[in-house]
Protein backbone atom coordinates (compact mmCIF):
# COMPACT_ATOMS: atom_id res chain seq x y z
CA UNK A 1 0.00 0.00 0.00
CA UNK A 2 1.37 3.63 -0.62
CA UNK A 3 1.18 4.96 2.78
CA UNK A 4 2.26 8.15 1.65
CA UNK A 5 -1.21 8.62 -0.08
CA UNK A 6 -3.04 6.98 2.78
CA UNK A 7 -1.73 9.76 4.95
CA UNK A 8 -2.64 12.10 2.15
CA UNK A 9 -6.38 10.71 2.29
CA UNK A 10 -6.65 10.73 6.13
CA UNK A 11 -5.02 14.25 6.65
CA UNK A 12 -7.47 15.65 4.12
CA UNK A 13 -10.78 13.66 5.57
CA UNK A 14 -9.64 15.58 8.93
CA UNK A 15 -9.37 19.01 7.35
CA UNK A 16 -12.85 18.11 5.72
CA UNK A 17 -14.26 17.23 9.69
CA UNK A 18 -12.89 19.99 11.11
CA UNK A 19 -14.36 22.73 8.62
CA UNK A 20 -17.73 20.90 8.57
CA UNK A 21 -17.56 21.23 12.38
CA UNK A 22 -16.83 24.92 12.46
CA UNK A 23 -20.10 25.67 9.70
CA UNK A 24 -22.25 22.92 11.24
CA UNK A 25 -21.76 23.57 15.01
CA UNK A 26 -24.53 26.40 15.60
CA UNK A 27 -27.26 25.86 12.98
CA UNK A 28 -29.59 29.02 11.77
CA UNK A 29 -32.11 27.64 10.02
CA UNK A 30 -34.82 30.82 10.02
CA UNK A 31 -35.85 34.00 10.65
CA UNK A 32 -33.95 34.48 14.51
CA UNK A 33 -32.63 31.08 14.41
CA UNK A 34 -33.68 27.67 14.82
CA UNK A 35 -36.17 28.39 17.78
CA UNK A 36 -37.09 31.24 16.09
CA UNK A 37 -35.80 33.17 19.83
CA UNK A 38 -32.62 35.24 18.94
CA UNK A 39 -30.32 32.48 20.44
CA UNK A 40 -27.49 30.62 19.20
CA UNK A 41 -26.49 27.51 21.13
CA UNK A 42 -22.70 25.94 21.34
CA UNK A 43 -21.00 29.24 20.93
CA UNK A 44 -17.40 29.74 22.55
CA UNK A 45 -16.60 33.16 22.65
CA UNK A 46 -12.98 33.66 22.55
CA UNK A 47 -10.97 34.53 25.72
CA UNK A 48 -9.69 37.62 24.04
CA UNK A 49 -11.44 38.84 21.29
CA UNK A 50 -8.67 39.77 18.05
CA UNK A 51 -8.54 43.06 17.25
CA UNK A 52 -9.71 42.24 13.47
CA UNK A 53 -11.79 39.86 11.77
CA UNK A 54 -10.32 37.78 8.57
CA UNK A 55 -12.63 38.08 5.56
CA UNK A 56 -12.64 34.69 3.82
CA UNK A 57 -14.87 35.33 1.24
CA UNK A 58 -17.37 37.71 -0.24
CA UNK A 59 -20.52 36.47 -2.90
CA UNK A 60 -23.16 38.34 -4.19
CA UNK A 61 -26.64 37.23 -4.43
CA UNK A 62 -28.63 40.68 -5.22
CA UNK A 63 -30.29 43.33 -3.61
CA UNK A 64 -32.26 42.40 -0.04
CA UNK A 65 -32.97 42.74 3.48
CA UNK A 66 -33.33 39.24 4.41
CA UNK A 67 -31.17 37.24 6.43
CA UNK A 68 -29.47 33.78 5.35
CA UNK A 69 -30.58 30.62 6.56
CA UNK A 70 -27.47 28.15 7.52
CA UNK A 71 -27.71 24.24 7.98
CA UNK A 72 -24.69 22.36 7.87
CA UNK A 73 -22.45 23.68 4.72
CA UNK A 74 -25.48 25.15 3.05
CA UNK A 75 -26.20 28.66 3.30
CA UNK A 76 -29.33 29.65 2.03
CA UNK A 77 -29.75 33.39 0.64
CA UNK A 78 -32.54 35.59 -1.07
CA UNK A 79 -32.28 38.60 -3.17
CA UNK A 80 -32.94 40.68 -6.07
CA UNK A 81 -30.82 40.82 -9.46
CA UNK A 82 -32.54 43.26 -12.30
CA UNK A 83 -36.13 42.26 -12.18
CA UNK A 84 -35.73 38.65 -11.06
CA UNK A 85 -35.65 37.12 -7.29
CA UNK A 86 -32.68 34.58 -6.64
CA UNK A 87 -32.25 32.05 -4.13
CA UNK A 88 -28.88 31.10 -3.83
CA UNK A 89 -27.19 28.24 -2.11
CA UNK A 90 -23.58 28.62 -1.18
CA UNK A 91 -21.01 26.33 0.35
CA UNK A 92 -21.08 28.31 3.93
CA UNK A 93 -16.93 27.17 4.07
CA UNK A 94 -15.80 28.07 0.78
CA UNK A 95 -18.45 30.48 -0.43
CA UNK A 96 -18.83 28.53 -3.94
CA UNK A 97 -22.48 28.48 -5.31
CA UNK A 98 -23.92 25.00 -5.25
CA UNK A 99 -27.35 25.95 -6.92
CA UNK A 100 -29.44 29.11 -8.21
CA UNK A 101 -33.12 29.65 -8.72
CA UNK A 102 -34.20 32.69 -10.80
CA UNK A 103 -37.59 33.03 -11.27
CA UNK A 104 -39.66 36.89 -12.57
CA UNK A 105 -40.63 39.15 -9.30
CA UNK A 106 -43.04 41.23 -11.45
CA UNK A 107 -43.94 43.34 -8.31
CA UNK A 108 -41.69 46.62 -7.72
CA UNK A 109 -41.32 48.09 -5.27
CA UNK A 110 -41.79 52.25 -5.09
CA UNK A 111 -42.75 55.46 -3.06
CA UNK A 112 -40.48 55.67 0.57
CA UNK A 113 -39.49 52.05 0.17
CA UNK A 114 -37.73 52.20 -2.73
CA UNK A 115 -34.24 52.06 -2.13
CA UNK A 116 -35.03 48.38 -0.66
CA UNK A 117 -35.91 46.54 -3.36
CA UNK A 118 -35.29 43.34 -2.88
CA UNK A 119 -36.71 40.65 -0.29
CA UNK A 120 -36.89 41.39 3.31
CA UNK A 121 -38.29 37.78 3.85
CA UNK A 122 -35.55 35.44 5.16
CA UNK A 123 -35.51 31.38 3.97
CA UNK A 124 -36.43 29.06 6.29
CA UNK A 125 -35.10 25.52 6.09
CA UNK A 126 -36.50 22.28 7.36
CA UNK A 127 -37.08 18.71 6.41
CA UNK A 128 -34.59 18.67 3.44
CA UNK A 129 -36.78 21.99 1.92
CA UNK A 130 -35.76 25.69 1.80
CA UNK A 131 -39.10 28.47 1.74
CA UNK A 132 -39.01 31.77 0.72
CA UNK A 133 -41.97 34.30 0.57
CA UNK A 134 -40.63 37.25 -2.04
CA UNK A 135 -41.58 41.03 -1.81
CA UNK A 136 -43.92 40.84 -4.05
CA UNK A 137 -45.71 37.86 -2.51
CA UNK A 138 -44.19 35.32 -4.30
CA UNK A 139 -43.65 31.83 -1.71
CA UNK A 140 -41.37 28.80 -3.32
CA UNK A 141 -40.38 25.64 -2.06
CA UNK A 142 -37.54 24.04 -3.04
CA UNK A 143 -35.69 20.84 -2.26
CA UNK A 144 -32.70 21.97 -0.18
CA UNK A 145 -29.58 20.00 -2.14
CA UNK A 146 -30.67 20.32 -5.72
CA UNK A 147 -32.36 23.70 -5.59
CA UNK A 148 -35.37 21.99 -7.56
CA UNK A 149 -38.22 23.64 -7.68
CA UNK A 150 -41.48 21.63 -5.70
CA UNK A 151 -44.47 24.33 -5.60
CA UNK A 152 -44.51 27.94 -5.92
CA UNK A 153 -47.08 30.24 -5.16
CA UNK A 154 -48.05 33.31 -6.73
CA UNK A 155 -51.45 34.14 -7.49
CA UNK A 156 -54.91 35.05 -5.96
CA UNK A 157 -56.15 31.73 -6.59
CA UNK A 158 -53.01 30.27 -4.92
CA UNK A 159 -53.60 31.88 -1.73
CA UNK A 160 -57.06 30.40 -1.22
CA UNK A 161 -58.64 33.66 -2.66
CA UNK A 162 -56.76 36.10 -0.47
CA UNK A 163 -55.46 39.23 -2.30
CA UNK A 164 -51.88 40.17 -1.44
CA UNK A 165 -51.15 43.96 -1.52
CA UNK A 166 -48.33 44.59 0.54
CA UNK A 167 -44.40 44.50 0.87
CA UNK A 168 -44.00 41.37 2.65
CA UNK A 169 -41.01 41.21 5.38
CA UNK A 170 -42.96 38.52 7.33
CA UNK A 171 -40.73 35.27 7.23
CA UNK A 172 -42.29 31.49 6.80
CA UNK A 173 -42.35 29.11 9.58
CA UNK A 174 -42.53 25.32 8.98
CA UNK A 175 -45.02 23.39 11.40
CA UNK A 176 -45.93 19.63 11.46
CA UNK A 177 -44.85 19.28 7.85
CA UNK A 178 -46.64 22.70 6.87
CA UNK A 179 -45.42 25.74 5.40
CA UNK A 180 -47.28 28.59 7.22
CA UNK A 181 -47.49 32.26 5.72
CA UNK A 182 -49.60 35.47 6.54
CA UNK A 183 -50.70 36.99 3.16
CA UNK A 184 -52.94 39.97 2.49
CA UNK A 185 -53.26 43.49 2.30
CA UNK A 186 -56.10 46.79 2.50
CA UNK A 187 -57.76 45.57 5.60
CA UNK A 188 -57.76 42.16 5.23
CA UNK A 189 -55.56 39.08 5.59
CA UNK A 190 -55.09 34.84 5.68
CA UNK A 191 -52.91 32.87 7.47
CA UNK A 192 -52.44 29.77 5.15
CA UNK A 193 -50.54 26.56 5.53
CA UNK A 194 -49.51 24.54 2.52
CA UNK A 195 -48.28 21.24 2.79
CA UNK A 196 -44.72 21.44 2.49
CA UNK A 197 -43.84 18.22 0.15
CA UNK A 198 -46.49 18.87 -1.85
CA UNK A 199 -48.15 22.52 -1.51
CA UNK A 200 -51.33 21.79 -1.05
CA UNK A 201 -53.40 24.23 0.95
CA UNK A 202 -54.03 22.81 4.09
CA UNK A 203 -56.37 25.10 5.77
CA UNK A 204 -56.66 29.12 6.15
CA UNK A 205 -57.45 31.35 8.51
CA UNK A 206 -59.11 35.02 7.37
CA UNK A 207 -58.60 38.25 9.61
CA UNK A 208 -56.90 41.30 9.43
CA UNK A 209 -54.35 42.16 7.15
CA UNK A 210 -50.73 41.34 8.22
CA UNK A 211 -48.07 43.98 9.84
CA UNK A 212 -44.43 43.09 8.15
CA UNK A 213 -44.03 41.24 10.91
CA UNK A 214 -43.18 37.04 11.72
CA UNK A 215 -44.65 34.80 13.78
CA UNK A 216 -44.17 32.43 16.68
CA UNK A 217 -45.62 29.50 18.06
CA UNK A 218 -46.66 29.31 21.81
CA UNK A 219 -47.58 26.43 23.97
CA UNK A 220 -50.08 26.67 26.94
CA UNK A 221 -51.08 23.58 28.13
CA UNK A 222 -50.64 21.32 25.43
CA UNK A 223 -52.32 23.70 23.15
CA UNK A 224 -50.20 25.43 20.05
CA UNK A 225 -50.18 28.39 18.76
CA UNK A 226 -49.39 31.19 16.31
CA UNK A 227 -48.50 34.34 17.93
CA UNK A 228 -48.08 37.63 15.62
CA UNK A 229 -48.79 40.17 15.06
CA UNK A 230 -51.84 41.80 12.45
CA UNK A 231 -52.31 45.26 11.04
CA UNK A 232 -54.40 46.11 13.95
CA UNK A 233 -53.90 43.37 16.92
CA UNK A 234 -51.50 40.96 18.59
CA UNK A 235 -53.50 37.86 18.30
CA UNK A 236 -53.27 34.24 18.54
CA UNK A 237 -53.99 31.52 16.17
CA UNK A 238 -55.44 27.39 17.53
CA UNK A 239 -53.29 25.24 15.28
CA UNK A 240 -55.52 22.33 16.30
CA UNK A 241 -58.85 24.33 15.07
CA UNK A 242 -57.60 27.61 13.25
CA UNK A 243 -59.54 29.59 15.51
CA UNK A 244 -58.85 32.75 16.92
CA UNK A 245 -58.09 32.12 20.70
CA UNK A 246 -57.28 35.84 21.61
CA UNK A 247 -56.24 39.22 20.69
CA UNK A 248 -54.92 42.74 21.96
CA UNK A 249 -55.08 46.11 20.16
CA UNK A 250 -51.23 46.92 19.16
CA UNK A 251 -51.40 49.25 15.68
CA UNK A 252 -47.72 50.24 15.18
CA UNK A 253 -46.93 52.72 12.80
CA UNK A 254 -45.79 53.17 10.31
CA UNK A 255 -44.19 49.74 9.80
CA UNK A 256 -43.62 47.19 12.36
CA UNK A 257 -41.20 44.37 11.45
CA UNK A 258 -40.58 42.87 15.44
CA UNK A 259 -41.85 39.35 16.52
CA UNK A 260 -43.49 38.81 19.29
CA UNK A 261 -41.17 37.44 22.15
CA UNK A 262 -42.58 34.54 24.13
CA UNK A 263 -41.69 33.82 27.96
CA UNK A 264 -43.70 30.99 29.24
CA UNK A 265 -47.39 32.57 29.18
CA UNK A 266 -46.38 36.10 28.32
CA UNK A 267 -45.66 37.35 25.32
CA UNK A 268 -44.39 41.11 24.87
CA UNK A 269 -44.22 42.94 21.73
CA UNK A 270 -42.99 46.28 20.81
CA UNK A 271 -43.58 48.49 17.90
CA UNK A 272 -42.84 52.33 17.20
CA UNK A 273 -45.74 54.40 18.16
CA UNK A 274 -46.65 52.11 20.65
CA UNK A 275 -43.65 51.19 22.88
CA UNK A 276 -43.54 47.93 24.31
CA UNK A 277 -46.42 45.99 25.47
CA UNK A 278 -46.27 42.58 27.99
CA UNK A 279 -49.18 40.53 27.76
CA UNK A 280 -50.66 37.47 30.16
CA UNK A 281 -52.38 34.90 28.17
CA UNK A 282 -54.15 32.14 30.09
CA UNK A 283 -56.60 29.45 29.74
CA UNK A 284 -59.91 29.54 32.31
CA UNK A 285 -62.45 27.60 31.66
CA UNK A 286 -61.84 26.17 28.47
CA UNK A 287 -61.18 29.59 26.75
CA UNK A 288 -58.13 31.75 26.33
CA UNK A 289 -57.93 35.33 28.09
CA UNK A 290 -55.03 37.97 27.35
CA UNK A 291 -54.53 40.82 29.55
CA UNK A 292 -52.07 43.40 29.34
CA UNK A 293 -49.47 43.60 32.40
CA UNK A 294 -47.21 46.30 31.47
CA UNK A 295 -46.24 48.84 28.76
CA UNK A 296 -43.64 51.27 28.43
CA UNK A 297 -44.01 53.90 25.93
CA UNK A 298 -39.86 53.36 24.35
CA UNK A 299 -40.95 50.59 21.28
CA UNK A 300 -39.23 49.84 18.20
CA UNK A 301 -40.14 49.20 14.40
CA UNK A 302 -37.51 47.07 13.78
CA UNK A 303 -35.48 45.23 16.41
CA UNK A 304 -37.00 42.51 18.29
CA UNK A 305 -35.10 41.99 21.65
CA UNK A 306 -33.81 39.24 22.99
CA UNK A 307 -35.18 37.25 26.05
CA UNK A 308 -32.20 36.39 28.35
CA UNK A 309 -32.71 35.37 31.99
CA UNK A 310 -35.56 37.88 33.09
CA UNK A 311 -34.29 40.59 30.69
CA UNK A 312 -34.95 41.78 27.51
CA UNK A 313 -32.22 42.90 25.66
CA UNK A 314 -33.10 45.59 22.72
CA UNK A 315 -32.61 48.64 21.22
CA UNK A 316 -34.72 51.56 20.71
CA UNK A 317 -34.74 55.03 18.87
CA UNK A 318 -30.76 54.62 18.28
CA UNK A 319 -29.68 53.00 21.49
CA UNK A 320 -29.58 49.68 22.87
CA UNK A 321 -31.18 48.80 26.09
CA UNK A 322 -32.08 46.24 28.64
CA UNK A 323 -35.73 45.91 30.15
CA UNK A 324 -37.53 43.86 32.91
CA UNK A 325 -39.43 41.16 31.73
CA UNK A 326 -40.99 41.47 35.33
CA UNK A 327 -42.18 44.68 34.88
CA UNK A 328 -40.68 46.53 32.00
CA UNK A 329 -38.54 48.98 33.58
CA UNK A 330 -35.65 50.35 32.26
CA UNK A 331 -32.61 48.63 33.55
CA UNK A 332 -30.04 50.49 31.37
CA UNK A 333 -29.80 52.46 28.43
CA UNK A 334 -26.62 53.09 26.29
CA UNK A 335 -25.37 56.73 25.53
CA UNK A 336 -24.14 55.94 22.08
CA UNK A 337 -26.89 56.68 19.18
CA UNK A 338 -25.99 54.08 16.66
CA UNK A 339 -28.32 54.34 13.66
CA UNK A 340 -31.86 52.90 13.11
CA UNK A 341 -31.66 49.53 13.53
CA UNK A 342 -29.44 46.94 14.88
CA UNK A 343 -30.25 42.86 14.64
CA UNK A 344 -29.49 41.25 18.10
CA UNK A 345 -28.04 37.41 18.92
CA UNK A 346 -27.76 35.85 22.33
CA UNK A 347 -24.48 33.82 22.29
CA UNK A 348 -24.26 32.79 25.84
CA UNK A 349 -21.59 34.27 27.18
CA UNK A 350 -22.27 37.37 25.12
CA UNK A 351 -24.39 39.51 22.86
CA UNK A 352 -23.34 40.20 19.41
CA UNK A 353 -25.31 42.70 17.94
CA UNK A 354 -25.01 43.66 13.91
CA UNK A 355 -26.07 47.61 13.66
CA UNK A 356 -27.50 49.28 10.54
CA UNK A 357 -24.48 50.80 9.85
CA UNK A 358 -22.43 47.45 9.47
CA UNK A 359 -20.39 47.19 12.86
CA UNK A 360 -20.28 44.28 14.64
CA UNK A 361 -20.32 44.93 18.23
CA UNK A 362 -20.20 42.49 21.18
CA UNK A 363 -20.95 43.27 24.32
CA UNK A 364 -21.96 41.77 27.76
CA UNK A 365 -24.98 40.08 29.00
CA UNK A 366 -25.63 43.18 31.81
CA UNK A 367 -28.70 43.89 33.94
CA UNK A 368 -26.29 47.14 35.08
CA UNK A 369 -25.05 49.18 31.74
CA UNK A 370 -23.76 48.70 28.10
CA UNK A 371 -20.01 47.17 28.21
CA UNK A 372 -18.55 46.71 25.17
CA UNK A 373 -16.17 43.40 24.28
CA UNK A 374 -15.22 44.33 20.89
CA UNK A 375 -16.11 46.25 17.44
CA UNK A 376 -15.44 45.26 14.05
CA UNK A 377 -16.20 47.00 10.40
CA UNK A 378 -18.20 44.02 8.60
CA UNK A 379 -20.10 46.36 5.62
CA UNK A 380 -19.70 49.15 3.82
CA UNK A 381 -23.38 49.64 3.12
CA UNK A 382 -26.36 49.35 5.11
CA UNK A 383 -26.62 45.67 6.76
CA UNK A 384 -30.65 45.05 8.54
CA UNK A 385 -30.13 41.16 8.34
CA UNK A 386 -28.94 39.40 11.53
CA UNK A 387 -25.62 37.80 12.02
CA UNK A 388 -25.43 34.20 11.31
CA UNK A 389 -22.89 32.82 13.70
CA UNK A 390 -21.36 28.93 13.24
CA UNK A 391 -17.63 28.20 14.89
CA UNK A 392 -15.54 30.69 14.39
CA UNK A 393 -17.49 32.23 11.44
CA UNK A 394 -19.87 35.09 10.92
CA UNK A 395 -22.12 35.48 8.08
CA UNK A 396 -23.15 39.23 7.28
CA UNK A 397 -25.57 39.83 4.66
CA UNK A 398 -25.03 43.27 3.30
CA UNK A 399 -26.89 45.50 0.70
CA UNK A 400 -26.22 42.86 -2.03
CA UNK A 401 -24.12 40.32 -0.56
CA UNK A 402 -22.75 37.86 1.85
CA UNK A 403 -19.55 37.73 3.62
CA UNK A 404 -17.92 34.73 5.74
CA UNK A 405 -15.70 36.76 8.42
CA UNK A 406 -13.67 34.22 10.58
CA UNK A 407 -12.51 34.91 14.75
CA UNK A 408 -8.85 34.05 14.29
Known amino acids: MNYSVRLTGIFSVCVLLVVSTAASAQDWSQWRGTNRDGKL ?12 LTQKWKVTVGAGDSSPALEGRRLYAFGRQDANEVISCLDAVSGEILW ?4 PAQFVVTGASARHPGPRSSPVASDGKVCVL ?26 LDTAYQFESSMSPIVVDGMCIAYIGGKGKGSIIAFDLA ?9 GDAPAPSSPVIMTINSDRQIVT ?15 LQWQVPFAARPVNTTTPVVDGQT ?5 QGMGTLAIKVAKQNGKFTAEPIWTIKTGSSFTTPVLREGMLFGYAVGRFNCLSVQSGQELWVDTTSRGQSAAIVDAGSCLIALTINGELLIYQPSDKQYIELARYKVAESETWAHPVVAGKSIFIRDKDSVILWAIE
Open 100 to 103: RDTY
Open 41 to 52: SGFVAPQTWPKE
Open 229 to 243: ISEKQVIGVSLADRT
Open 267 to 271: VIVTG
Open 198 to 206: SGEAKWKYS
Open 134 to 159: GVGGILSCLDAATGKVLWRKQSTADF
